[in-house]
């Protein structure tokens, strides 16, 4: 009894310290090398742009995303720091429960070694065996002494094994506590980057607060200037739906004028003379068969259309973005520029390297191609929805043309700050989209 118990602790701790060693060490170093690598492009962009232009809503981006980058940093050096604890801990408990378990087990072999020093002498083994009331009973009373010779055996090596794992366990112990140092070394390196960041950011928006001026100037014409494109779409998609009507109206004349052709045909094919009677059985047969067209839900939704507009909505959120690479300028919505102003904007403006390649996100019709102010915007008509490609240079399509998900439609111009971007839409005939929301997650 005494020897299954050992077992069942022994192989109770033995578990335990097992799934004690959380398997999420090397998940949040691969975690943190990205994050770095990240910081690194984001430096890298950063040094780009103060290199060419003063300072700037893509600067402050920039900046903002490497502070919050290097915020990132040292939450997953928490978390692992977090994982050592918890560790430290578990080690700890598992050595208090072999030293408790040491000391019974000592307490238990001394038991038995006083108890075989008092009954140390042949005379007394020989004496417990004879006096067996029968032969049974002395070759049950040999067995008994061999299986408590066999016992205090395993006392002792039940002893040395627990020593050894207790021994294990103040290593792993040691090695945790020597990486925790090791781990507090990093984040007290990553702490004094982020201070660093953060007066970089904060430098930043004293400069942005002193051009407040010109910014304002700015944040004008760009709210003019998404108020003309936001026009621009609205006009395409009106110019849109007119010309769906008009040929929807021409198919369905076209149509009746068949149906009476075939009836006229009819009529005289079956009755070569014409009598009240079958003029009027005639003109029951083109009522019957002139139905109204049935109602779509949309009237840019049509029977060569309606395919694609429904591929476009399943791909929501799986959409490719219109440019390779680039960084988030402006989100959907309302915006907090630096300055404290609030803008709102129905897109989202992208950042990129001047001349970059703007690509359509999915297949579809160009609606318009037009020039708003200084530079061109493209519209797509996806069946009842659009995507605008705003603030471009060098158009390489033009309107009516067919395009494929990933075709070039021309190349990013600067913007107000000297920098690439453009704006991106997603509309139909009643709202405005967040494109964020229909793009692919980075």
Known sequence: MIRITFFSILFFLTT???????QTR???EKQRMQLKKEI??????LNNNKSKTKENLLQYNLISKKVYLQDKVIDNINKDLNRLEDNMYLISKDINRYNKLLDTLKQEYAKSMVYAYKNRSSYDFLNFIFSASNFNDALKRVAYLKSYRSYREMQGDNILRTQQLRKKRVQDLGEAKHEKTEVLGIQSKEMALLQTQQKEKDKIIAQLKKQGKQLNKQIAAKQKQMQKVNSAIASAIKRAQEEARKEALAKAAAEKERLRREAEKTDKSSAPVKTATTKTTSEKNT?????????MESVLLNSENIALNNSFERNRGSLPWPLDKGMVLMHYGNNTLPSGTVMDVTSVTISSDIGSSVKAVFDGTVSAVQQVEDMMVVIVQHGRYFTTYSNLSGVTVKKGQDIKTGQNLGRVAANFDGVGAIDFYI????????????????
């Not at 335990?16 to 959380?22: G, N, R, T």
């Not at 690194?40 to 962009?45: A, I, P, R, S, V």
């Open 287 to 295: 009522k019957t068969e002139t139905k109204p067209i049935p109602k």
């Open 427 to 442: 509309s139909n005939e009643s709202n405005n989209y967040d494109p964020e929301k229909w793009l692919r997650r980075k």
């Open 16 to 22: 335990l310290a097992a799934f004690a060693q959380p």
């Open 26 to 28: 090397e998940e949040l």
């Open 40 to 45: 690194e492009e984001t430096e890298n962009l």
